[in-house]
């Protein structure tokens, strides 16, 4: 698949789900990957059986200390250096857009990958994008998948498993040079696919991105949200915020990052969003960027 862009960038996602009891809400900064800080508590409705769960440090229990992702550190972040010899390609002559086609995959709760583990967990996907265009497994640090093969079900149709059902994200111009998205209550496939499954919505779900854009250089991109979402540039990770999680926030300085990218001023390259809404109870959702002109992939 060719990687391609067009215009400048600078895109914000917040997607935020919790538990059925409570998920760890916070914040985490990803500049470059370097690094991701720590996660404050945030409480949900109670579960089904009148109890509510909560993420903690105590032992036993995934959390979002440094004992996970190490705040403030380097050290346990995975960080990327590929080199910088793509110069990518001519803009395409189609269009710009600001309304983005997006691909969303409705899993029952009863998949392994979901309603599972909770817990900031990067490291699930590989640096490079795999060559069918879908991020290929890399395990994982603190458990919240199940294998390879169940991974693998995640942005791929397969019968039984998962229902395919289009969506669009519209970016609104901002007036200020950039253009938003953004939904605290994303839940855009309720009643659809497998159903609300006795939920109040449709919870578990995958949600997956292709576009392009032309790197002018001065591009920011930025996602806050939970729970997984893996950001590629140019078939590059640029972002890895895996795991059942709060909110978290990572960005790619496009100039910072250009020589881990692979990307040069003037080029056109791909940017491959994944993300995955995992665990009841809440889902926000919120892109942010300078980008005001979108290509289809080509």
């Known amino acids: ?21 409570a998920r760890e809400s916070g914040s985490a900064s990803l500049t470059g990957l370097s690094s ?44 990327f250096d590929i080199g910088s010899d793509e110069s990518g390609t001519s803009p395409p002559p189609q269009e ?14 009863g998949h392994p990958d979901f309603q599972f583990t909770l817990g900031v967990d990067p490291g699930i996907v590989q640096s490079m994008l795999g060559g069918d265009g879908k ?24 019968a039984g498993i998962n229902i395919n059902l289009p ?3 519209g970016l609104v111009d ?21 159903g609300d499954e006795g939920n109040p919505h449709n919870y578990h779900f995958t ?18 949200g939970d729970d997984d979402l893996f950001t590629f540039i140019n078939g590059r ?6 795991g059942v999680h709060g909110p978290l926030e990572g960005n790619i300085d496009f100039d910072a990052m250009a020589g881990t990218l692979g990307i040069v001023p003037g080029g056109t390259y791909d940017l491959d969003f994944f993300f995955a809404e995992r665990h009841t109870s809440q889902s926000n959702f919120r892109i942010e960027t300078t980008i005001g002109c979108f290509y289809p992939p080509g």
């Open 207 to 224: 949600l997956e991105m292709h576009t392009q854009f032309t790197y002018q250089g001065g591009e920011v991109f930025t996602f806050r």
């Open 96 to 109: 710009c857009e600001t309304t983005l086609v997006a691909t969303i995959r409705d899993f029952s709760q």
């Open 135 to 158: 991020p290929v497994y890399g395990g994982g640090t603190t458990g919240t998948t199940t294998g390879q093969a169940n991974f693998d079900q995640w942005y791929r149709d397969v």
């Open 237 to 242: 990770l640029g972002i890895d915020l895996g």
């Open 1 to 21: 698949m060719l990687r391609r862009f067009g215009c400048s960038l600078a895109l914000v996602v917040i997607a935020c789900g919790a538990d059925g009891g």
């Open 174 to 194: 901002q007036g200020d040079g950039t253009y938003v998205y953004e939904n605290p209550a994303f839940f855009p496939i309720d009643g659809q696919g497998f």
């Open 36 to 79: 991701i800080t720590g996660l404050t508590s945030i409480t949900g409705p109670s579960t089904g059986d009148g109890s509510a769960d909560s993420i903690d440090d105590g032992g036993g229990t995934p959390t979002d200390s440094a004992d996970s992702v190490g705040e403030g550190s380097t050290d346990d972040v995975p960080k």
């Open 167 to 169: 969506t669009e994200i």
